[in-house]
């Protein structure tokens, strides 16, 4: 069930020295290319990594919050065209968490470094970072990285009794529901 991978999925940043085998990389990105978008537009394009001197590279696109990329032995960059629909940040997150989820169904380990609106230093975005090490076209954005690999880390399920259950409510703002009763199943 999906909701067992999302009880257990957390954000992974070690991976073991073990390449990823083509067949789970086509699941990966079989999930991404099935994830929804509006209007059915597809607006995103995505670049597989596995080279460890370009995975080197790519972590440094950012400041902070990408350096553990170059352990990871492999990684996907997802882009879209903003010409071909005007909600392409949220198809390409969607196709990200796709990603995200199928890593976990398959035993890998992933975590979303985020790009868009980030910055590679003082003078360059991450996005214009990776434009130049990986020719990604002008015509693209860049969303985010999802870095992948088998585990080196285990983590603990984010225990349901800690989420923020406060922050929903019942018909309309400021009306609280209780989901006590959902909490058990």
């Known amino acids: 069930m999906i909701l067992s991978l999302i009880q257990k999925r957390r954000s992974i940043r070690k991976y073991l020295r073990k390449p990823v085998e083509s067949p789970k990389i086509g699941q990966l990105l079989e999930a991404a290319l099935r994830a929804p978008s509006s209007r059915g537009l597809n607006p995103w394009e ?10 080197v ?28 629909c ?37 003078a360059k975005t991450a996005e214009e970072y ?3 090490i990986l020719e990604i076209p002008v015509r693209l954005k860049v969303e985010a990285v999802v870095a992948l690999g088998y585990p080196d880390e285990a983590l603990s399920a984010h225990p349901k009794e800690k989420l923020q259950y406060e922050k929903i409510y019942y018909n309309c ?12 199943y």
């Open 130 to 132: 990776l434009r130049e």
């Open 46 to 55: 995505f670049i597989v990594i596995d080279q460890p001197d370009l995975l």
């Open 57 to 84: 590279k790519a972590s440094k696109a950012k400041l902070h919050g990408s350096a553990f990329l170059q352990n990871a032995p492999l990684a996907i960059v997802v882009c879209a065209n903003p010409d071909r």
């Open 86 to 122: 005007d909600v392409w940040i949220e198809d390409a997150s969607i196709a990200a968490a796709y990603i995200q989820l199928v890593s976990e169904a398959i035993g890998l380990g992933s975590c979303w470094i985020q790009i868009r609106e980030r910055m590679h230093d003082e």
């Open 173 to 184: 703002y400021g009306v609280k529901h209780t989901f006590s009763s959902c909490m058990i």
